[in-house]
């Protein structure tokens, strides 16, 4: 349906910095809980972080996610971003972003099935 696309992607070394971008120009990003999720191969995809619509503003990182990322919104822009700060060889893979219904941001709603619209990904390489 909502065709989602990232950017932001690249290689870097460790302890670098890089910040993704989720865009649409089919659709209001604000309505929806907007998730990250990435993906390496051969692996399960994983959530990264969660941004409810603007109304319920709940932002969620599952506890292995936290302290490096950020999520954000601007509404301007109709962008969702994830600041990745410090990172690390383990978190090379393709990133995802993906739409849901509001009020996913949780942790049991953050899962990929609940999400029905996915970008096509960005790659991210950290190396040493």
């Known amino acids: 349906q909502v065709q989602l696309v990232e950017s932001g992607g690249g290689s870097v070394r460790a302890g670098g910095s890089l910040r993704l971008s989720c865009s649409s120009s089919q659709d209001t990003l604000a309505r929806y809980s907007i998730g990250w999720f990435r993906q390496a191969p051969g692996k399960e995809r994983e959530g990264v972080s969660c941004?409810?619509?603007?109304?319920?503003?709940?932002?969620y990182y599952p506890d292995s996610m936290k302290g490096r990322f950020t999520i954000s919104r601007d509404t301007a822009e109709n962008t969702v971003y994830l600041l990745m700060n410090n990172l690390k060889p383990e978190d090379t893979a393709v990133y995802y972003c993906?739409?849901?219904?509001?009020?996913?941001?949780?942790?049991?709603?953050?899962?990929?099935?609940?999400?029905?619209?996915w970008g096509q990904g960005t790659q991210v390489t950290v190396s040493m």
């Open positions: 941004i409810s619509d603007i109304n319920e503003r709940t932002i």
């Open positions: 993906a739409r849901a219904d509001p009020f996913q941001c949780t942790p049991k709603g953050f899962i990929p099935p609940m999400f029905d619209s």
